[in-house]
Structures are given as structure tokens and as C-alpha cells.
């Protein structure tokens, strides 16, 4: 962040409103028109994003949602949160996305949603997860928090599902430190989750004193501030930038790279995908945690892939359903991926992977 940010947050500061506003609809309309959708409702953060989400589209107690068994833990979270059961399915290695076969066995008379995740902005697919979704008639919540700057064909991702949601916590593509987006085409879900993130009152009344502590319906805080609309407002402005340095950056590690034995990259069509981290797979679990320890030794940090959730003690279950989800989880790493990084860091970054796996 620089002088943009502190622009823009003095004028919050100046206006001596800081709840949620002018500011807030700024942003939100931004992110709306930049994804390609008629409404966004800014809230706290990704994960609230979800919970709001699942509660709009009516999921409740004694209900299942499909869940990508890797993905990180906000997601099946969000859906015990809200009284459902997150039904962990496999993912396909080669896009590290829900398997659709898989789905499809997984599908009981207690389904009521399907939660895909673009996983690092590679799209879904949702062409067929929709079809899928449109003969069991299931809600469809799409987790697009790596996702912005990402298309499905022509579409951005997100935007193709009942509600899809963005996160803007501190590593992402654009930041307002915390806070998540909710997208949508359907103006009663629109509707619902103001709803629910603003105390359960119906859209319009604050502005009414009479009506202002009519809650017609269940709602909780999960409102944003002016001051992180204003962060976010300077840092859109700024994604255009930051989606082609993503790009180059992944091409860079992908050219010094993909030919280095041990190493494999997912297929990554950079015309349509901005990936959020540079990402790669190691061919052993082994491999990759003195990987991490030799890049440590020469001060350069690394992030491994989430865990897979079958293996959270909240979720535990046999390795056996999920080998593709535990094959990755273990042997997925990301590299350093700031949009500071200069040329010759990256460079730096590769010429000490390539001398541990000659050494190894």
C-alpha cells in the first residue's frame, strides 16, 4: 500500500462516517462491474462471505453440502457453522478442482448445495457442476476467494453460480486487510444476504428511524467499515497491474522450472487464469520438506498446500476416498508470489531449487 491507500482512507476519516456507506457501495459496484454481475454485498470477510451465502439460499440443520476435500477450512467451517454437513469429495489432479464423477456419487436425498472452489483461480467446471446441480436441484455457492482476475470461458468465475464470493484478507490479489465479497444475479439472494449481514433488518429501513429496529427476519453484524472500502477502493484500481504481473510471474517460475526433474506444474491456461500463488507439485512428500528447509537455510519462505481437511481432527476420516486430495496436499508447494518480487529475486528463487534437486 502507498500514498493511494492513505488518500483515500483520509477522506473516510474527513466525512466522519465510518459504518458502512458512500464508500462501501463504491466498492462494492466496482467489484460488481469488474466480475460481470448486477449485485455485490461487501461483509467481513471470505468466510462470512460463505456462512451469508449458505444462509440466503436457505441451508440449514440437517442438510449436506459438497465440499472439495482440498480447499482450506473456511469453507467446510462456514457449513457446520450454519448447522449443515460438509461431505468432503475428492479432487482431480490434474486442476485440483471437484471431481464431477465424484460429486455425483456423493449426491443423497439430504444434498441441498454444492460449494465448488476455483483452487489458485484455475476455474471450475462449472458448465457441468451447474447441470449436475440443475437435475438434483441444488444450490450452487461458489468459493472464488483466489479467484478474481479468473474466467470460465468469456464469464468471470464466481459469477456463474446462484452466489459466488471473494476474500481480500491480506494475501490476496487486492487486500482491505480483511473482508470477502458476495456475488450475484439474483436480486431476492441480493436481498436476503443484506439481510442477514446487517441484524436480520429489511434493505432501505436504517434510513427510516420508525423502521430501523424492525428485524423481520434473523440477522447478525457482519457489516463492512468505510475505512476498509477505501482500501479497497485504491487497491482496484491497481488490479489491472497486479493481473498481468501475476501472469508474468508464473510464466517466469513455469519457464526456469518445468523442465527440473521432480517438479510438475498444473496445467495453468494464463489467457484466462491469474493465479493468486505461484504453485507447484514436488514428486515426493519427502522431497518437498527439505525442499522447504534448503530455500529456509537461504532465507527464502515457502507456504505449503492446505492440509487436506479429511485429516483435520474436527473432520477426520480414512486417506482412502481422498488420494488425489492427500497426494497433492502433500506434495504441493507454493513459492514466493508477492507482486513486489523483482526478476532477478525470482531467479534467485529458482537457481536454489534447481541446486537442491541436482544435489538430491
Not at 449485485?39 to 472439495?68: F, N, Q
Request: glycine share 6%.
Amino acid at each position: 500500500m502507498n500514498n493511494d491507500e492513505k488518500k483515500e482512507l483520509n477522506t473516510v476519516i474527513d466525512s466522519g462516517w465510518f459504518t458502512e456507506a458512500a464508500k462501501t457501495r463504491q466498492f462494492e459496484k466496482m467489484i460488481a462491474d469488474f466480475v460481470g454481475v448486477k449485485y455485490a454485498c461487501a461483509v467481513t470477510s471470505g468466510t462470512t462471505a460463505l456462512y451469508v451465502g449458505l444462509k440466503a439460499l436457505g441451508i440449514g440443520r440437517g442438510d449436506e453440502v459438497i465440499v472439495p476435500d482440498l480447499t482450506f477450512v473456511a469453507g467446510p467451517n462456514s457449513v457446520e457453522a450454519i448447522g449443515a454437513k460438509p461431505i468432503l469429495v475428492d479432487i482431480e489432479q490434474d486442476s485440483l478442482n471437484l471431481d464431477l464423477k465424484k460429486i455425483k456419487q456423493s449426491i443423497t436425498k439430504r444434498t441441498r448445495a454444492i460449494m465448488p472452489v476455483d483452487f489458485n483461480g484455475r476455474a471450475v467446471d462449472i458448465k457441468n457442476i451447474t447441470e449436475l446441480a440443475n437435475q438434483h436441484n441444488l444450490s450452487l455457492i461458489e468459493d472464488a476467494a483466489h479467484g478474481l482476475g479468473c474466467f470460465y470461458d468469456k464469464k468471470h468465475v464466481g459469477t456463474m453460480s446462484d452466489i459466488g464470493i471473494f476474500s481480500f484478507s491480506t494475501p490476496k490479489i487486492i487486500t482491505t486487510g480483511q473482508g470477502g465479497m458476495i456475488v450475484t444475479n439474483n436480486k431476492k439472494l441480493y436481498e436476503k444476504c443484506k439481510a442477514v449481514k446487517d441484524f436480520g433488518r429489511k434493505s432501505g429501513t436504517k434510513q427510516n428511524m420508525r423502521m430501523a429496529f424492525d428485524h423481520p427476519t434473523i440477522g447478525y453484524n457482519f457489516k463492512f467499515t468505510e475505512f476498509q472500502a477505501a482500501i479497497g477502493v485504491a487497491q482496484m484500481k491497481k488490479l489491472p497491474k497486479r493481473i498481468i504481473k501475476k501472469k508474468e510471474m508464473f510464466k517466469k517460475y513455469h519457464d526456469l522450472l518445468c523442465n527440473v526433474k521432480g517438479i510438475s506444474f498444473v496445467k495453468t491456461d494464463l489467457n484466462k487464469i491469474t493465479p493468486w500463488m505461484i504453485d507447484f507439485i514436488l514428486d515426493s512428500k519427502n522431497k518437498k520438506n527439505k525442499l522447504i528447509n534448503h530455500l529456509k537455510k537461504n532465507r527464502i519462505e515457502t507456504r505449503i498446500f492446505y492440509p487436506s481437511i479429511h485429516k483435520l481432527n474436527p473432520y477426520k476420516a480414512s486417506d482412502k476416498n481422498y488420494p488425489n486430495s492427500s497426494y497433492i496436499s502433500d506434495n504441493g508447494l507454493w513459492l514466493p508470489s508477492s507482486v513486489t518480487l523483482k526478476d532477478n529475486e525470482i531467479d534467485l528463487v529458482c537457481k536454489k531449487i534447481k541446486n537442491f534437486i541436482n544435489q538430491n
